[in-house]
């Protein structure tokens, strides 16, 4: 059965530096999306994207966060400069045309030391 | 603004029936949803109903919406072991306007099965 995939499990990194988190949606699905688990907290929105633009975006996700969609199966998340409190799991998740069943990686446990 | 709650944590016995419930604020969603995270995993998801539904039923798991008082429940039947695990409730919106369904989360319940 087709999955969402993440890369890596767990990521740390310094506060202040930069890093990438990698999601595989499923092929045939047209939205993206990340998502955050702060420890004990909601799963929160931060982006959707569609047709290679960003098509909603969460007051969380700020200036020092982008996505892209290098090639035709990766979807990035990338924090320029991170801070402490952006320690979470991070979830990419992708739906299809049908626009009703999102279905999520595993996550990316993101420590930010 | 949009918020979804739901009670923390539930405790059965093994081979009863589990009730998880939920409660919505924006009448305006389309799609209502349950997600299960198991320890250290992902959100796999378990079922979802459209709002204009009231009851829909998958093997042993049954959701009941009451979109007048904004209330969504998931029911598992025969709860087994395996089912401990944290469930998310979640809410989609119309897609115009840009939004292209993004979900609005509980905090989830936990579900804890006594052998």
């Known amino acids: 059965e087709p999955e969402v995939t993440q890369t890596p499990s767990h990521q740390v990194t310094q506060m202040g530096q930069e890093v990438i988190l990698r999601c595989v949606p499923i092929s045939n699905h047209l939205y993206f999306y990340w998502y955050r688990q702060i420890l004990g907290q909601k799963v929160e929105f931060l982006v959707s994207f569609y047709n290679n633009e960003i098509s909603e975006k969460s007051e969380i996700f700020d200036d020092q966060f982008s996505v892209e969609r290098p090639d035709g199966s990766n979807f990035t998340l990338k924090i320029r400069s991170t801070k402490l409190e952006d320690s979470a799991m991070y979830f990419c998740?992708?739906?299809?045309?049908?626009?009703?069943?999102?279905?999520f990686g595993p996550g990316t446990r993101l420590t930010v030391t | 603004g949009e918020d979804v709650e739901q009670s923390l944590f539930l405790s059965v016995r093994e081979g009863d029936s589990s009730v998880i419930n939920c409660t919505y604020t924006?009448?305006?969603?389309?799609?209502l949803y349950w997600y299960k995270q198991e320890p250290g995993a992902g959100l796999q998801l378990l079922t979802y109903i459209f709002s204009n539904m009231d009851m829909k039923q998958d093997q042993r798991l049954t959701v009941l919406l009451n979109k007048k008082d904004k209330h969504l429940s998931l029911r598992i039947a025969d709860t087994q072991t395996g089912d401990s695990a944290i469930y998310f409730c979640?809410?989609?919106?119309?897609?115009?306007?840009?939004?292209?369904?993004?979900?609005?989360f509980g905090k989830g319940t936990k579900l804890s099965v006594k052998p």
């Open positions: 979640a809410e989609s919106y119309p897609h115009y306007g840009g939004s292209q369904g993004n979900l609005i």
């Open positions: 998740a992708s739906m299809d045309r049908t626009l009703y069943e999102q279905y």
């Open positions: 924006d009448s305006s969603s389309t799609y």
